[in-house]
């Protein structure tokens, strides 16, 4: 069996950052995938996956009704791994082009305040488990740590 790219990427080297994973052919349309790496891979703690589960409500939330680009948000949902997230968007894009867009969501999750959307039994199959204050603290880590001032070296694989 072949290897995927993802798990050529050296994980050991991996900083936070946001990566072009892939890029797919959809037809004559191309979609893009970025690795939204907010913790570094085997060096520090992963997420918890209340965070994560908030993270995912309120980013996915405001992604979809964002003016310029809802409609072109096709996915932004978790790692596995519980580093960081993926987000894919219909259209050839690079790294720095999303930037400015994630430090509107990563904004927006940091001064995030009342019930977090889809935070409801009939709404989510794990509703329980979200937690906004760390949610919040990761958001803003990531900002002030990552994209506020990013470098060559968190926008492309080593």
């Known amino acids: 069996m072949e290897t995927i790219a993802s ?25 893009t995938t970025f690795d939204i790496r907010m913790t570094r891979p085997n060096f ?17 939330t405001f992604l979809r009704n964002h003016e310029t680009m809802g409609d072109k948000i ?3 949902g978790p790692m596995g791994c519980r580093t960081g997230f993926y987000l894919i968007l219909a259209g ?3 790294s720095g ?11 927006f999750i ?28 990761m958001a803003k880590r990531y900002l002030s740590d990552v994209l506020e001032h990013i470098t060559k070296e968190r926008l492309e694989y080593q």
């Open 7 to 31: 798990f050529t990427v050296d994980h050991l080297k991996l900083l936070p950052g946001v990566y072009v994973s892939r890029k797919d052919s959809t037809g004559k349309d191309i979609v």
């Open 44 to 60: 520090e703690p992963v997420m918890n996956t209340a965070e994560i589960h908030a993270i995912e409500h309120l980013g996915a």
């Open 74 to 76: 096709v996915y932004f």
């Open 92 to 94: 050839d894009y690079e």
């Open 97 to 107: 082009d999303v930037v400015p867009l994630l430090k509107e969501m990563f904004t």
């Open 110 to 137: 940091c001064d995030y305040e009342g019930k977090i959307p889809g935070a409801a039994p009939e709404e989510c199959g794990n509703y329980l488990d979200l937690n906004l204050p760390m949610a919040k603290y």
